[in-house]
């Protein structure tokens, strides 16, 4: 009888780490959701942004490496990022299979429009810095394991 007990509370959705992770990115995205209609930018292209405005210059593969997006999901946001003229793709000169991504003058300059952004996170989710930023270490180890492990 206990063991079966155990089994329905391993099974019981709000105990589900998976759940907990997934609806608190959607909340996540809610969030964010009209913030960043503010900047013209969808959340993967915003997370795209990000990448970039640390690492200028990028290869499409490096990108999609960091966001963990393969080519068919990123080369479709990456045209479009482009076309609103956020960035810009060209072939690699030393190898012509790889293509860089670079910022342009616009996507450096949303940059500073954007920066208010983590601070409505911050707000809203009535956590300290310190907080955040162990929840986002302790996440980033459980992903790195779970990346390991598939």
Known sequence: MRT????????????QLCFAVYSTSLAMTRLYKPLLDKLGLTYPQYLVMLALWEHDG?????LGE?????SGTLTPLLKRLEAHGHVS????VADER????????AGRKLKARAAG???CLLAASQ???DELAGLTRQLQALRDRMKAAA
């Open 117 to 119: 952004v983590p601070g």
């Open 98 to 105: 790889r293509v860089r991504v670079t910022l342009t003058a």
């Open 127 to 129: 956590c300290s810095l």
């Open 58 to 62: 990028s290869m499409v593969s490096e």
């Open 4 to 15: 079966a007990r155990s089994a329905d509370e391993l099974l019981r959705l709000d105990n």
């Open 89 to 92: 793709r060209l072939r690699d």
């Open 66 to 70: 960091r966001l963990s997006l393969d």
